[in-house]
């Protein structure tokens, strides 16, 4: 009992930031239907960015609370890596909107192999152990334990998406988006500018990311140039799961991807007679994701789209 | 006269291509190596090209299946099974050593097999989420290949699987050189040769496919799959068979591939060798077969011969650019530029007429 509790708790840490890169992709996606490879490099750009911020202040600033050193160090990588998404969509997607659809594809392959390349030279290929900046006393709950850095991982999650939900569903801005998501030409002709709109969603979206990235290394406590690639992969499978295009889809998706990740890595080896192990665990995302789209072809909470013809 | 220079130019190539290798000999085998590596990269393109240029099925895990291809020769001509498993080194003593006309039928097979598979539950799924499922298809197989060394020991784990038979057809063995009269053709000629005599099959056959019916079946489905339902096309059976027949290419040429290096391991089958090929048919020109094998002769080989002379750059930028980080930012670079300049590619198909619907020839979503 006591480790499915543990596995439930690793579970919704794991899915929370599945969600929010998840969210990103859902939300290029409704946007400009544009699978955006390059998302999972933003999250590493703003996990390492975050790294070198820590590192320096430690540095420079002895004696800062580490609560504070990491809130600085979070808010520096979403800036970051928001210029960086606003350049990448300005000079890898825009140009090639209304060209044949793989075109984008390519070019966002190209940016996210650029960006790892790039990564790799500024900041060298090594491992980087990310240094826990939050108390370290594990809080016991039910007999399974929970750190003070998942639940903050939590919290921020839940903050996030809270903010998140209020700016798509209640303010200008996301009512321009929603709009431009339905039909970009109507929304154009009713004074939403679709340029701008795609600006502030790849923005929101590497704001989302940047803080996914920060969490990830300070959970995993380790940082390097290929990190994104996996989590990325993933989280676009999560946003696929629950509906590629849909806000809350993506959320879902995102923590059930994570709860079955993390629920089927503790069980897989007993149940199998250890046959399989927890190695397998990357594989279980996938799996599900085909038995899904079999029986659900437009994921969990996805509309039936019409067929363009 | 028109036809007269057109056969001359023909004569020319084909005997340009006969002579390269014996020309690119006296500078080392690595130049051929090259030339090997990127023969082989143009098979995996023309079979990708049958899935997503003709079909219109984005697929993102091609190389499951050139993995399928590799791991079934290596099994198969290879002293591995016999070590790990007791009965087979009992039946057979020397190692279970499978001729090549055995071998690369079955990997043809048992490729075309896996793509049937994959094929079938996706027949439902449209553009990105047929790209979501493919990809993960490829990532199942390579974890499999990585961890299948326990509890039995089928594919010797990351470590991969080594002494690999080379090929021998008609009792050449392409792992020597053969000498005929004064000339001495290394192996990896002997292997340029293969690769090309492939490559020209795979062309004539892709050629055919295009022309027939079932290509312009597969062309209509890739236009508009509920149009061409409505004609009374089988779109169930030609997916199928476009999943099928793209396998085996990846399957033919993965079993190549373990021939020729004599050593497959999981790393060589990455999510990233997918993406490779894709972007070689999409860069090149979907659909279309001179760009097809234009974007993999590209992509293949210009970074290899890049990666030769890029000795002095390393030593000018002080070690932090190395061979094989340029090569990565070139790829990056090279997929960015030339699609920003030609969306459809460098070599792109010729245009029927002025149908006006020239930004929706992409890949249906």
Known sequence: ?????????????????????????????????????????????????????????????????????????????????????????????????????????????????????????????????????????PIEVGGAVITVTQVCILAVTALSLALLMYLVNHTRLGRAMRATAENPRVAALMGVKPDTVIS??????????????????????TAQHTMGFLPGLKAFTAAVFGGIGNLQGAVVGGILLGLIESIGAGYIGPLTGGFLGSHYVDIFAFMVLILVLTLRPSGLLGERVADRA | ????????????????????????????????????????????????????????????????????????????????????????????????HLPIWAV?????????????????????????????????????????????????NLTNGPKGISQIDGVTIFGINFNRSLEIGPVTINSVSLYYYLFLFLVVVSVIICHRLEQSRIGRAWMAIREDETAAKAMGINTRNLKLLAFGMGATFGGVSGAMFAAFQGFVSPESFSLMESVMIVAMVVLGGLGYLPGVILGALLLAALPEVLRHIAGPLQAMTGGRLDAAILRQLLIALAMIAIMLMRPRGLWPAPEHGRSGVKSKTGVEA
């Not at chain 1, 929101?204 to 995993?220: E, K, P």
């Not at chain 2, 079909?55 to 091609?62: F, H, N, T």
């Not at chain 2, 048992?110 to 979501?132: N, S």
């Open chain 1, 1 to 137: 009992m006591e480790v499915l509790l543990q596995q439930i708790i690793n579970g919704l840490v794991l899915g929370s930031m599945y969600a929010l890169i998840a969210l990103g992709y859902t939300m290029v996606y409704g946007i400009i239907n544009l699978i955006n490879f390059a998302h999972g490099e933003v999250l590493m750009v703003g996990a390492l960015t975050s790294w070198s911020i820590i590192m320096l202040m430690q540095e420079s600033m002895t004696g800062t609370p580490g609560w504070l050193i990491l809130l600085i160090a979070l808010l520096i990588a979403c800036v970051v890596c928001a210029a960086l998404n606003f350049a990448i969509e300005k000079i890898a997607y825009r140009p090639l909107r209304n060209s044949p659809k793989l075109a984008p594809l390519i070019t966002a392959i190209g940016m996210s192999i650029l960006l790892q390349t790039l990564a790799m030279m500024i900041w060298k290929p090594n491992y980087k152990s990310y240094p826990t900046l939050l108390p370290s006393t």
């Open chain 1, 200 to 221: 502030a969603t790849f923005i929101i979206g590497a704001v989302l990311a940047a803080i996914a990235g920060v969490m990830y290394a300070s959970n995993y406590g």
């Open chain 2, 1 to 96: 006269m028109m036809k007269e220079y057109r056969l001359a130019t023909f004569l020319i190539a084909a005997l340009a291509l006969l002579v390269l290798p014996l020309a690119l000999q006296p500078f080392g085998n690595a130049w051929v190596r090259i030339v090997d590596m990127a023969l082989l990269y143009v098979l995996l393109a023309l079979g990708l090209n049958i899935v997503v240029g003709y079909a219109g099925l984005l697929d993102l895990g091609y190389v499951a299946f050139f993995a399928v291809g590799g791991y079934m020769f290596a099994l198969l001509a290879s002293p591995h099974l016999a070590d790990a498993f007791p009965a087979i080194a009992a039946a057979f003593p020397s190692g279970l």
């Open chain 2, 104 to 152: 690369i039928p079955l990997a043809a097979l048992l490729a075309a097999v896996f793509g049937v598979l994959l094929g079938a539950p996706t027949l439902k799924l449209r553009g990105d989420y047929l790209a979501i499922v493919t990809l993960g298809f490829g990532e199942i197989i390579r974890v499999f290949l990585n961890n299948l060394d326990r509890p039995i």
